[in-house]
T-cell receptor, first 114, second 113 residues
Framework: SAVISQKPSRDICQRGTSLTIQCQVD?????MFWYRQQPGQSLTLIAT?????????ESGFVIDKFPISRPNLTFSTLTVSNMSPEDSSIYLC???????????FGPGTRLTVT | RKEVEQDPGPFNVPEGATVAFNCTYS??????FFWYRQDCRKEPKLLMS???SGNEDGRFTAQLNRASQYISLLIRDSKLSDSATYLC??????????????FGKGTKLSVKP
């Protein structure tokens, strides 16, 4: 499986500010995803990060709130914009290769908005 | 009906016990099925994929019944280190959200000495 790192691992931010989370993979992967796990809840897919084009967002998530970049096959960023306390969550990067069904997750970024 | 439903738990079992988790999914076109394990404050880690014929990995056995849209995980000879939340995960068919995993809420297992 790929080795996935995320930065930062955690942060405490004030409402109204933005935070950019980075995801780095040690090998080229075909698909990268961003998930959110709110306290006590399971994971929800935010969007699929597409290389060189706009991300594909799931229902309930929009580009203005969660802009995503993927400049190459090993790196992606997720920005949480104009944060509110409801954005307090763990944000996880996930990757998948073309020849496998399995997805693997990064260690997550624990975000607290005050 | 929720897309992926699991036993609510928690399951509190003694070491050495056998424990079974059940899961049902609503989308009959689902293609791939997995069990993930999530430790407290950690990311989910793939435990095993679930194949139509059923599969076993050491003390863990996973079964899939497509007709009933039902997945199970059996853990034999439970260890203290098995304590975690077990997530039933289904991969929707390719479409607008390729590779979209749908997660159940998880079942918490606590193995006691």
């Amino acid at each position: 499986s790929a080795v996935i790192s995320q930065k930062p691992s955690r942060d405490i931010c004030q409402r109204g500010t933005s935070l950019t989370i980075q995801c780095q993979v040690d090998s080229q992967v075909t698909m990268m995803f961003w998930y959110r796990q709110q306290p006590g809840q399971s994971l929800t897919l935010i969007a699929t990060a597409n290389q060189g084009s706009e991300a594909t967002y799931e229902s309930g998530f929009v580009i203005d709130k969660f802009p995503i970049s993927r400049p190459n096959l090993t790196f992606s960023t997720l920005t949480v914009s104009n944060m509110s306390p409801e954005d307090s969550s763990i944000y996880l990067c996930s990757v998948k290769t073309v020849d496998a069904y399995e997805q693997y997750f990064g260690p997550g970024t624990r975000l607290t908005v005050t | 009906r929720k897309e992926v439903e699991q036993d609510p738990g928690p399951f509190n079992v003694p070491e050495g016990a056998t424990v079974a988790f059940n899961c049902t999914y609503s989308n009959s076109a689902s293609q791939s099925f997995f069990w993930y394990r999530q430790d407290c404050r950690k990311e989910p880690k793939l435990l095993m994929s679930v194949y139509s014929s059923g599969n076993e990995d050491g003390r863990f056995t996973a079964q899939l019944n497509r007709a009933s849209q039902y997945i199970s995980l059996l853990i034999r000879d439970s260890k203290l280190s098995d304590s975690a939340t077990y997530l039933c995960v289904v991969n929707l068919p390719y479409g607008g959200s390729q590779g979209n995993l749908i997660f159940g809420k998880g079942t918490k297992l606590s193995v006691k000495p």
